[in-house]
T-cell receptor, first 111, second 115 residues
Framework: GENVEQHPSTLSVQEGDSAVIKCTYS??????FPWYKQELGKGPQLIID?????GEKKDQRIAVTLNKTAKHFSLHITETQPEDSAVYFC??????????FGKGTRLHILP | GAGVSQTPSNKVTEKGKYVELRCDPI?????LYWYRQSLGQGPEFLIY????????DSGLPNDRFFAVRPEGSVSTLKIQRTERGDSAVYLC?????????????FGPGTRLTVL
């Protein structure tokens, strides 16, 4: 089955700097890649997603890139703010089926 | 403007007991998902419903786990003969219809602790 690897597990960046989280997936049939943000005591919330026919997508300070050949995808957050502190999960789905999550990255925004 | 709600928020039980966890999806959402999240891990898929029927239960770890959604709305996850390894946060999500590209809205989860 699909396996999603995510790194780093923890990331600290200075407020205003950029943060990058990287993921790899194993099954070349995966065609949908969502990213979730989870705050303490809450369920994950979708923040951005990308389909396999697109290489990059941007939404304000957040962007995702996808390299299908290498089976890599990444989340970029620019101009980080204190409210960006949370756990971020990448995920992949094969043929619009169930979603497989990575293990998460705990992002700390330092003042 | 209710989101997905889950009850109870916390459940402490003893090894060997039976527990039921409830999920109330967003009104009108036909698809409902259950996940399990262990400490420091991402959510792990358990089962999902399209309407009343379980469309995919391949993530249920064994036959002690069972879920129902009799009227296509509220769902109950049932765990028999609980074990310490069942301790985790159980998350429920719903979406307008099935299919990974349809945004799943998650509830806050039920934290299950098996002593």
């Amino acid at each position: 089955g699909e396996n999603v690897e995510q790194h780093p597990s923890t990331l600290s960046v200075q407020e205003g700097d950029s943060a990058v989280i990287k993921c790899t997936y194993s099954d070349s049939a995966s065609n949908y890649f969502p990213w979730y943000k989870q705050e303490l005591g809450k369920g994950p919330q979708l923040i951005i997603d990308i389909r396999s026919n697109v290489g990059e997508k941007k939404d304000q300070r957040i962007a995702v890139t996808l390299n299908k050949t290498a089976k890599h995808f990444s989340l970029h957050i620019t101009e980080t703010q204190p409210e960006d502190s949370a756990v971020y999960f990448c995920a992949a789905s094969i043929r619009d089926d169930k979603i497989i999550f990575g293990k998460g990255t705990r992002l700390h925004i330092l003042p | 403007g209710a989101g997905v709600s889950q009850t109870p928020s916390n459940k402490v039980t003893e090894k060997g007991k039976y527990v039921e966890l409830r999920c109330d999806p967003i009104s009108g959402h036909t698809a409902l998902y259950w996940y399990r999240q262990s400490l420091g891990q991402g959510p792990e898929f358990l089962i999902y419903f399209q309407g009343t029927g379980a469309a995919d239960d391949s993530g249920l770890p064994n036959d002690r786990f069972f879920a129902v959604r009799p009227e296509g709305s509220v769902s109950t996850l049932k765990i028999q003969r609980t074990e310490r390894g069942d301790s985790a946060v159980y998350l429920c999500a719903s979406s307008l219809m099935a299919g990974a590209v349809n945004e799943q809205f998650f509830g806050p989860g039920t934290r299950l602790t098996v002593l």
